[in-house]
């Protein structure tokens, strides 16, 4: 991610601050869209209440619940399901970007929002995105869906770009772009020219 990361054990020593905690999860997949174009991984993102795609998670308070454990609370409310996700799969923590909601209400602290980056094999995925519609409790209220980020860029700007192209809740875009290039889910090169476009489908 861009400047501002701080490790967990900084984000954690920062006082009167709120917490937020999110996880992409991800798997391998051999699957082949149209016959021809490799899918190559699952990312799972969600549509969320404000119609703003996210990852799941949400607040956290470290004095009643570990981050992870918090995490994973979440999960449960908003997918039905949690798989382990641990201290080390903790990717990058950082002030997420002032909203309008926040800023004009200055009795708001600032919120700290932590990553994470779980690989999990490709039947828990799909039981993943069978869970929520039947037993997640937000389902159909803070979370509208599951959805698949698709990696491939087709040449009509179809795929990733126009997946990119969305709105995206707090730091979530900077935190799908940053973990596709780390866990090298897309290639660099692919991903400058996705994001290219992405700003021609903008403008
Ligand atoms: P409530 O249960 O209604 O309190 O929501 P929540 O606990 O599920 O919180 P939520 O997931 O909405 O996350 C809290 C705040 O973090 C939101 O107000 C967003 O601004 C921000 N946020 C939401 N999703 C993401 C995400 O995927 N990444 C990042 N960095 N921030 C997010
Ligand atoms: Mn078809
Ligand atoms: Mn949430
Ligand atoms: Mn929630
Ligand atoms: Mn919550
Ligand atoms: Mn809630």
């Known amino acids: 991610m861009a400047s501002g990361h701080l490790t967990r054990a900084e984000a954690l020593a920062h006082k009167g601050v709120r917490h937020a905690c999110h996880v992409m999860l991800y798997c391998d997949a051999q699957a082949l869209l149209f016959g021809t174009i490799s899918i190559r991984h699952i990312v799972l993102m969600q549509m969320r209440f ?3 795609l996210g990852f ?10 570990s981050l992870e454990a918090g995490l994973s609370r979440e999960l449960m409310e908003e997918m039905g399901m949690a798989p382990p996700v641990s201290e080390e799969d903790h990717v990058a923590s950082c002030y997420a970007p002032p909203t309008s909601s926040s800023s004009s209400s200055s009795s708001t602290p600032p919120l700290i929002t ?3 980056v779980k690989k999990v094999e490709e039947e828990q995925i799909r039981a993943l995105e069978k869970a929520g519609p039947s037993t997640a409790i937000d389902h159909g209220l803070e979370v509208l869906g599951v959805v698949r980020v698709p990696l491939y860029s087709m040449t009509d700007g179809g795929g990733l770009p126009s997946f990119l192209s969305n709105g995206f809740a707090g730091n979530a875009r900077a935190q ?4 596709l290039t ?3 889910l897309v290639a660099p090169d692919d991903l400058c020219q996705a994001l290219a476009t992405c700003t021609q489908i903008l403008a």
């Open 50 to 52: 404000d119609g703003l």
């Open 56 to 65: 799941p998670g949400g607040l956290v308070n470290p004095l009643e619940e």
């Open 114 to 116: 932590h990553f994470y």
């Open 176 to 179: 799908l772009l940053d973990a």
């Open 182 to 184: 780390r866990f090298h």
